[in-house]
């Protein structure tokens, strides 16, 4: 990883059964101190004296380091590369990451069911049955998983490559649109988050998959406080 500086956060994930007496898992104190003290020396030392090192390469010998400070209860680790961009790795799959990117749209829909009456929709969807519509500032994540050698090997995926194939599926074609009328995947289909949702993944799955990457799930925010998730069923 090359230059100016970097962002760095480190969510480190447990599973298990918290103590009868406590109801601590693990004491928050102690991940702490594995972060700080076995976790964040292993990034330091690694782009001190290679910086050029793909953080997805490192993230099976930080999740290793982790698992060896706490055997019992290490479920994950996510890495925050930038507020927008992560990689994570579960204890069971370490074979793949997950690679996820947050994007924004900006659009503009109705939410309203033709064959219910006015006063049905006015119930069901209140002011988003606004005749005129209304708009939102949608944020978008996309979540991939590749092989844990992917980006140190000849494969072609990268994170450009997210960017740029989530950009021209989605941003391209619904930010600053009106949905319900510029967009043929609404015109059947009430533009709802859980529709935008799941109409995201259902075009982004295809061209990720042929591109060497395979969609793990998209989740839409349609307020801070509003999101769905579609994921991928195994």
Known sequence: MTGLGAFYELSLMCCGTPD??????????ELDSVARRDLV????????????TEPASLLPALFEQFRRSLPDTASALRWHLTPFYNLTIEADSMNQIQLSQQFEFAAAH???????????????????????????NYRIEVAIT??????????????SALESI???IVIDRF?????????????M??????????????????????AGADLHHVTVWETAKTSCTVARND
Do not use: W
């Open 20 to 29: 009868a007496r406590t109801g601590y898992l693990i004491n928050i104190s």
């Open 41 to 52: 020396p292993i990034i330091q030392n690694t782009y001190s004296s290679a910086p050029a």
């Open 110 to 136: 109705r939410l309203n069911v033709s064959d219910y009456s006015e006063k049905a929709n006015q119930s069901i969807f209140g002011k988003c049955n606004n005749p005129n519509g209304h708009g939102h």
């Open 146 to 159: 590749l092989p844990t050698t992917a980006e140190n090997s000849s494969s072609p995926f990268s994170h």
């Open 166 to 168: 989530v950009k021209t």
């Open 175 to 187: 930010d600053h649109k009106n949905l319900n009328a510029d967009c043929s995947e609404f015109e």
């Open 189 to 210: 289909r009430n533009p709802s988050v859980e529709n935008i949702a799941s109409t995201c993944f259902a075009i982004l799955e295809e061209p990720l998959q042929l």
